[in-house]
């Protein structure tokens, strides 16, 4: 049973179907307090240069290999047509 009166907390009820914000204990914390620590931040500018370069290279990479996986692709339905238009030249 909830208090009311003079005893009820400050804060207002949360409606139904909302979601209450818990309040975190220092040993929730701990594992996204190390996972932000983990994360990769670049300390030098030559760090992060290195890294937009691998991201570029990369990009690079993506787009020559899904250009030739397209141009394999147009080429390969070429030949199943020429395959189709042969069989088909003598009716």
Known sequence: MTPSGP?????????????????????G?????AKEA???CPSTAAQAALAAAREESASRAADNRSRRRRQEAD?????????????????
């Open 75 to 91: 080429e390969a339905w070429a030949r199943r047509r020429e395959r189709s238009r042969r069989r088909h030249r003598g009716r």
């Open 7 to 27: 005893d009820a907390p400050d804060r207002p009820r949360p409606r139904r179907g909302q979601a209450t914000t818990r309040r975190s204990s220092p040993r």
């Open 38 to 40: 983990a994360r990769a």
């Open 29 to 33: 914390c701990r594992p996204s307090a």
